[in-house]
DNA sequence: CTGATCAGTGAGTGACCAATCACTCTATTG
DNA sequence: CAATAGAGTGATTGGTCACTCACTGATCAG
């Protein structure tokens, strides 16, 4: 069995800055530079552990999804024998306590605004194709109720997005009301 | 009455512009040089008409939110009578044929991506709010339907962006199944 | 005609950034 | 002790882009 050379135990972690880097400035707006400060290794070396600025983007926004995938999992275990309704709920609330940090919500957000680079979009349907087929396969739900849970994800997004959650008018307690949002 | 400017005339000119390019790449990914030949002047001119990047990116949107509300006004008057949720299925579907060609769509989620750019983030929540009020205000449907209707609005943005309605897999049928998406 | 205002542009400038390359240092191996 | 391979970086490069400035040409009032 063999080890893993240096450079490949440092991959997660350059990735792992990665995802907190886009999610802050997206796509276009954050450097690989920014990305190698937050690992503490040089711009160049980014480059020798990935062939270019879009192949990183893309590994972070696949661990973004796997760090999904894994969260919703156990929630759905842990909730077993709540009904159908009752364990996409508590897949909501695992995913509403995941994302309370924003980096994992704003790098989906950021991935969709240039998903029409294909890499990209191609690992964005990826992981939306794990999330719908999990949601369905360890609820048991309908169609329909799998649909409205990832439509009322996407609200959440807004939410957080645009700040909607520190505005007290009628319309933003509207949007807001009964989703579980970041503390 | 003093009648307008030939630059005045020109401002809704390169907004209409800006809305498609935008659009098509994003605040970031979107030079001032694409604005300008697409409204057929120099870039240097678009500094005239707008003091910078991020005005005209704010200017857009508006526009953007502008044409929205128009389009669900009057959708909700030839539904009068329809009761609240007719007209919010009215306004649903009024909504879907405008941003049949994907502009307006796109433009919203690339501004939430970037939001947290001040200026933008209070244009997104303007346009929200106002959107929110039309759909409360003209249909007359219970809070929960109005945001029924704003979530699966999200969601229709999720299926363009990620072209999830090309796709013919089980879980993507699912996503997308009943929502009225652009042909 | 004169001069002033406005429309509109070409040619920059300075900053930034993805990607590359030549290089150093370290550790291991024979 | 060489010799080699891998880890890691500094310096550079070629290109892009927001923004500026000095300028031209047109229009029009007095």
Redesign the interface.
Known sequence: MSSLSSAELRIPVVTAAAVREFARG????TTIADVAAAARISPAYVFKLFPGKERLFVAALEDCFQQIVETLTIAAEEATGSGPDGILDAMGGAYAQLISDRSLLMLQ??A????DVPEI?QA??AG??SV??LA?ARSGAS?EA???F???G??C??IV????DD?T????V??A??IRHPA
Chains 1, 2 share one sequence.
């Open positions: 997206g796509y276009h707006g957000v950021h969709q605004s240039v998903a979009g964005l349907r939306l194709a719908v087929r369905k169609d799998v649909q409205r990832i439509a009322y996407q609200l997004h807004l997005t645009t700040g909607v505005v008018d009628d319309w933003a509207l949007v009301r009964g």
